[in-house]
């Protein structure tokens, strides 16, 4: 019985069990909502909230089928992005769209956009900017940009090329110190980038 000037609430009816396949389209959306993402991510999501595995292959399929996701789309905007935005190459895009859960065929599609004269340019871009505030000794500035370059996916040949070019318009001391390097040589015996790299001759 309610002490004196309570009111007595009726309790609330307990709410019905929710369906299921309600709350994982429920998390599919909020997901989206941030970013795009892959069906593999989605479905991680999912399993994480403990949706059963036949709901969410019916809430994705289902998703897949009005467009809602598209790995294609998705991997095609993504490397444009992280190129553009990043200037990651292929070889760092490859990675991250795997990771992704993108499948093998679908990121080749993807990255075959970025052919290699964009790839070599955006390397080129990336050098001169950082060769703006670089300093130290042409053979120092020289092995940390080619390690930069290595940490965005540039492949050896690609990285040392950019960086020599850049160099030789940099400065005549700059100039001289690039024109020593031989950058098919140097590219063939690149294994490990973080290995010393001395200007041969």
């Not at 929710?18 to 998390?27: G, Q, W």
Request: proline share 5%; with cysteine; aromatic share 2%.
């Amino acid at each position: 019985m309610p002490a004196h000037g309570q009111v007595a609430h009726p309790e609330a009816p307990p709410a019905p069990p929710r369906d299921e396949a309600e709350v994982a389209r429920e998390i599919c959306l909020r997901q989206l909502a941030v970013r795009p993402r892959t069906r593999a991510e989605l479905a991680g999501a999912l399993a994480r909230r403990g949706i059963s595995a036949e709901v969410s292959a019916e809430v994705l399929d289902r998703y897949d089928e009005v467009g809602i996701i598209d790995d294609a789309a998705f991997a095609r905007a993504w490397v444009s992005s992280r190129h553009a935005g990043r200037g990651l190459a292929r070889r760092a895009l490859a990675n991250e769209l795997r990771q992704r859960g993108v499948d093998g065929d679908i990121a080749s599609e993807a990255l075959g956009e970025l052919d290699e004269d964009t790839e070599a340019e955006t390397a080129r871009a990336l050098v001169e900017r950082k060769l703006r505030t670089a300093r130290g000794e042409p053979d120092a500035v020289f092995r940390r940009l080619v390690a930069m370059l290595a940490r965005k996916g540039y492949p050896p040949g690609v990285a040392i090329r950019a960086v020599k070019d850049a160099l030789a318009a940099q400065s005549a001391e700059a100039a001289e110190f690039a024109e020593q390097i031989d950058a098919d040589a140097l590219a063939d015996a690149e294994g490990d980038l973080d290995r010393d790299i001395r200007p041969a001759g």
